[in-house]
């Protein structure tokens, strides 16, 4: 080996050294740095044609184990999608409020009860009556309240969605561009660590929102996608875009989340996307698209049935008793009815009109299996006895006038009483309703599939088939035709309308009845845009048949209790009417308590509530439905602090076994530190030799 040899190779040494001991010293002075790698300068002999001439530095190379980082970034998915809904479910245990506590759903149920248990005492009480009047407003007031916020809160949920998604691009488009500078820099040898350190923390944030699955590419780039194989970030950058909205229902669906593909020459994303939402498996983004798909729609139908179930017993027993002195009117709701249709109804029931002692002035018990079987039967019925124009049916609203300074009471039969869909005649029509809301309160139609439908040929009803997640799986647009309800369910039952994923049949009370086919259980429909009017009354289909969830949901938040009785609390009806009293005797008195005690008791009264936002249908007390929603959503709740809580316990082992393996260990950067010095001075003093002979050479020669 020639003396200029020895130089060469010594000075590789110096070199090696020097850049090992700068990387050693870098990893030092970044012991105390939240997710630095450690680098390690990886050696190789350099050869020459078939000579060794020294040493050089193959890569300066970051140590990770490639399956601890994929794990670690699963974990912290996991954990910010559960930090996400942990946010949202402590607003929702705030808002129930502790069931042990009277200020709770359940606590006001019980402060109802008890105030009508002192009005059964003495209905005559006006503090009572009051009392119990108020109790029944602010538990009403609880409903509205607690719906709207649910409705707020999902409101919440998809802003910070919209939010989420400005880190989330700006973490992608890093990664987007750190990648040809990656592989730039690989392709001629230089130290890209650095560079990859700013392109894991770009990852590591994106792992907060959605969940990340990477993969290595030969030219040193990688790919980003979610578990699913949505791509994030292949050759360009995939960015999401989402457009928050202002107002919704409880159960409305939201714009999607898309994602559009980022033209690499122009940086200009594409106009039309894909939608992402159901293929984003984890992260903040996952979490908040649970609560607001799902959870919190839920909470709003279990609040819905709870408030369509209270103001259906209420008003049934409220109907079938009258005030004291009782109304000169009672007029319903809007049912639909013309007075072509049939009624419907079995069984009997008394109308009679009261004078001012509350004497009977006339009277007429009406057996509607013996008249005729239209509305107008009934009309003829009553009027003729009560007399003409006493009861009206206009634009699907019945009502019933005395005379000037009479009062009308309608009472069913102890025996045989009144039935059209499970109701009597004033419960159906809502003659005398304590509680009413801006929604239709009962789905008992009482219509068969054989009657007239009352629409007009032409008018449209756009259905939409929802998937868990809220898209829209299926839509479809009925176009009115035939003559009969049965001719309108044949065409949704069409296979190739809506009949290839759910059924739609009449049961026996005339409430629709929507069966999702096996593989469709939980998904959900609902009507966007109904155009039909039936017979001139302003109530379309699915007005009539309150198709879709929505309906008991807004029966929680408009849910009051009529304004003719809460202005007056002499307007409650307490006492029951007796249709066979004798001339001379009132048929009412202000001291009878039966129609206080019949509320009162409607506390233990077992109901039965159909399946609601998760919760199975059951029988149970209105004190206990709502009970079970408070434990529901306290389980629920639970649920998910418990995984939150794993999910951070596992994510703190990934962050320890990860820094076991990437962490800086002082001792060992000190021990290379001592050996890289030592290498460095030894190939220093082979300079210093290499020097001395050719020193000695040249004085040789001389």
Same mark, same amino acid.
């Given at each position: ?334 049912? %639909? #009815? +013309? @007075? ?8 009997? $029931? =008394? *109308?009679?009109? !009261? ?114 997640? %809220? #898209? +829209? @799986? ?8 035939? $003559? =009969? *309800?049965?001719? !309108? ?114 506390? %233990? ?11 199975? $249908?059951?029988?149970?007390? !209105? ?80």
């Amino acid at each position: 080996m020639s003396i200029t040899s020895i130089l060469q190779t010594a000075v590789s040494g110096l070199n090696t050294n020097q850049q090992a001991l700068r990387t050693t010293s870098n990893n030092i002075t970044n012991v105390n740095t939240e997710g630095f790698v450690r680098r390690t300068a990886e050696q190789q002999s350099r050869v020459s044609g078939n000579q060794l001439v020294g040493v050089e530095i193959a890569e300066i190379r970051r140590v990770v184990d490639r399956f601890l980082e994929r794990e670690l970034l699963t974990a912290s998915a996991e954990t910010s999608r559960f930090e996400g809904q942990m946010l949202i479910h402590d607003q929702i245990q705030a808002l129930l409020g502790r069931p042990d506590l009277n200020t709770s759903l359940s606590g006001k149920i019980d402060t109802v009860f008890k105030s009508l248990a002192d009005l059964g005492i003495d209905p005559s009480s006006q503090i009572s009556r009051i009392d119990s009047l108020n109790s029944l407003r602010e538990f009403t007031i609880e409903l509205n309240r607690l719906a709207q916020e649910t409705i707020d809160l999902r409101v919440q949920a998809d802003f910070r969605i919209e939010e989420n998604l400005k880190p989330l691009n700006q973490a992608i488009q890093r990664i987007a561009d750190l990648n040809p500078l990656i592989a730039r820099e690989a392709l001629v040898g230089g130290d890209t660590t650095g560079l990859q350190e700013q392109r894991a923390a770009a990852v590591t944030d994106i792992a907060k929102y959605i969940d990340v699955s990477v993969q290595n590419n030969s030219d040193s780039t990688i790919s980003v996608s979610t578990s699913s194989g949505l791509a994030v970030v292949d050759e360009t950058a995939h960015i999401f875009k989402h457009l928050a909205s202002g107002t919704v229902s409880a159960v409305s669906p939201f714009s999607p989340i898309t994602i559009h593909r980022v033209n690499p020459v122009s940086g200009i994303a594409a106009v039309a996307g894909s939608n992402a939402d159901s293929q984003i498996g984890s992260g903040e983004l996952r979490g908040l698209l649970e609560m607001r798909d799902g959870l919190l729609p839920d909470l709003g139908v279990q609040l819905g049935e709870l408030a369509a179930q209270l103001s259906d017993q209420m008003n049934a027993v409220h109907n079938d008793n009258t005030a004291v002195p009782p109304p000169n009117s009672l007029t319903g709701r809007n049912t %639909g #009815l +013309a @007075a072509t249709d049939a009624h419907n109804f079995t069984g009997v $029931a =008394s *109308f009679s009109t !009261l004078d001012a002692n509350n004497e009977i002035v006339n009277s007429v018990t009406v057996d509607f299996g013996a008249i005729g079987g239209t509305m107008a039967d009934v009309l003829t019925a009553v009027n003729g006895t009560l007399g003409a124009g006493t009861m009206t049916l206009t634009n699907g609203v019945l009502a019933v006038q005395a005379g000037v300074g009479e009062g009308i009471a309608v009472v069913q039969d102890t025996t045989t009483p009144s039935a059209r869909g499970t109701r009597g005649f004033a419960h159906f029509f809502g003659l005398n309703d304590l509680l009413n809301a801006n929604v239709p309160l009962i789905s008992d139609t009482g219509f068969a599939g054989t009657e007239p439908h009352g629409f007009t040929a032409g008018e449209t009803v756009d259905f939409v088939f929802d998937n868990p997640d %809220g #898209l +829209a @799986a299926v839509t479809y647009t009925m176009t009115v035709a035939g $003559a =009969s *309800f049965n001719d !309108l369910l044949t065409d949704l039952n069409g296979a190739g309308n809506l009949g290839g994923f759910m059924t739609f049949s009449l049961s026996a009370q005339g409430q629709l009845v929507v069966t999702p086919k096996p593989g469709f259980e939980d998904h959900r429909i609902r009507v966007s845009n109904d155009s039909t009017n039936r017979n001139a009354t302003g109530l379309g289909f699915s007005d009539i048949f309150t198709v879709g969830e929505s309906y008991r949901s807004d029966i929680a938040r408009t849910l009051v209790i009529d304004p003719d009785i809460a202005d007056n609390q002499s307007a409650l009806a307490l006492a029951k009417l007796d249709p066979a009293a004798a001339a001379g005797t009132p048929a009412v008195t202000l001291g009878d308590n039966r129609g206080a005690l019949a509320l009162q008791n409607l506390e %233990g009264a077992s109901i039965s509530f159909g399946k609601a936002g998760g919760l199975n $249908a059951i029988s149970n007390t !209105l004190g206990g439905f709502a009970a079970t929603i408070l434990a529901n959503t306290g389980g629920e709740a639970a649920l998910a602090e418990g995984r939150l809580d794993d999910g951070e316990a596992f994510e703190q082992e990934m962050k320890e076994r990860v820094s076991n393996v990437s962490g800086v260990n002082l001792d060992e950067e000190l021990a290379n530190m001592i050996v890289f010095q030592n290498s460095y001075n030894a190939a220093a003093r082979l300079v210093t030799t290499a020097q001395e002979l050719l020193d000695t050479l040249l004085n040789a020669v001389r």
